[in-house]
């Protein structure tokens, strides 16, 4: 049995607030369920319903490279090796990256011609990168700080899910 939830008209929710509704969502959503595949295809969709992103998935480490994983929008890049584009990169650095325009980041790899800004959170397990939440968006800068705190809490919940 699986957890709907609820419909959410968020035209008056803060960025905040959002963030606020997403983590009050995500465990109800997935507690029920034990396939990863599943729980991160909701868990991404979650996030792209909430935020109307143009992409939002997983890559998931793999033999030394990312390989896509759940995601929502269109068509993406299947694999990316260690330090090339903004996952590359993120999962080589360890650290959250985020590019206010896409084609100012030498490497960029350009999976859509949209996707404008992107924000990329390292998922850990212990010490060790398991995988990478990417978020792109087709407007410019449009990710911040906050956007780097929430969807790091956010990748941590998914780690039992992975």
Not at 23 to 52: I, R, Y
Not at 107 to 124: D, K, L, M, W
Not at 144 to 149: G, L, T, Y
Request: hydrophobic residues 45%; charged residues 20%.
């Amino acid at each position: 049995m699986s957890m709907e939830v609820q419909s959410v008209d968020f035209s008056t929710y803060t960025k905040s607030d959002k963030y606020k509704w997403v983590h009050e969502q995500l465990p109800p959503l997935l507690a029920p369920e034990s396939d990863s595949v599943a729980n991160l295809g909701n868990a991404m969709a979650l996030l792209k319903d909430t935020f109307c992103w143009w992409w939002v998935g997983i890559y998931r480490v793999s033999q030394n490279e990312l390989v896509l994983g759940p995601f929502q929008g269109p068509v993406a890049c299947t694999r990316i090796a260690l330090g090339r584009g903004v996952c590359g990169s993120a999962w080589q650095q360890q650290k959250t990256i985020v590019v206010p325009n896409v084609h100012d980041f030498p490497g960029h790899i350009a999976c859509s011609a949209f996707s404008q800004s992107e924000i990329v959170v390292p998922i850990f397990k212990g010490e060790e990168v398991v995988a990478v939440l990417d978020v792109d968006s087709e407007h410019l800068a449009h990710f911040d700080e906050i956007d780097a705190r929430e969807l790091g809490i956010f990748c941590a919940s998914l780690v039992p899910y992975l």
